[in-house]
Nanobody, 125 residues
Framework: QVQLVESGGGLVQAGGSLRVSCAAS?????????MGWFRQAPGKEREFVAA????????YYADSVKGRFTISRDNAKNTILLQMNSLKPEDTAVYYC?????????????????WGQGTQVTVSS
């Protein structure tokens, strides 16, 4: 019943920045749901990128993106954002936003209940 719609993907040069957004809708969606971002490169498993608690006070980041990416949420707009700075070619992937039935953020794909369609992020060198 929850729909996640992503936007903001595109092509960017290495070292550049990009922001992807995900808008949530549906009667069962709660602003207190923990949410996260995952990504999947061609031929690779989907991997954790970042997650945020319902209140925004707790965040987790994959080691590969710490210091470069920032996750945030706007509960009033039912939106989560991923600001990506200092992008590298290895960041190229389809980025997915996700939500789970709970307030605690986790880093495991299987623990999320709702998924967006994904948005392509390509970093050129």
């Amino acid at each position: 019943q929850v729909q996640l719609v992503e936007s903001g993907g595109g092509l960017v040069q290495a070292g550049g920045s990009l922001r992807v957004s995900c808008a949530a809708s549906g009667r069962t969606f709660s602003s207190r749901s923990a949410m996260g971002w995952f990504r999947q490169a061609p031929g690779k498993e989907r991997e954790f990128v970042a997650a945020i608690s319902w209140g925004g006070s707790t965040t987790y980041y994959a080691d590969s993106v710490k210091g470069r990416f920032t996750i945030s949420r706007d509960n009033a707009k039912n939106t989560i954002l991923l600001q990506m700075n200092s992008l590298k070619p290895e960041d190229t992937a389809v980025y997915y936003c996700a939500a789970r039935r709970g307030v605690v953020p986790t880093t495991t794909t299987s623990e999320y209940d709702y998924w967006g369609q994904g948005t392509q992020v390509t970093v050129s060198s």
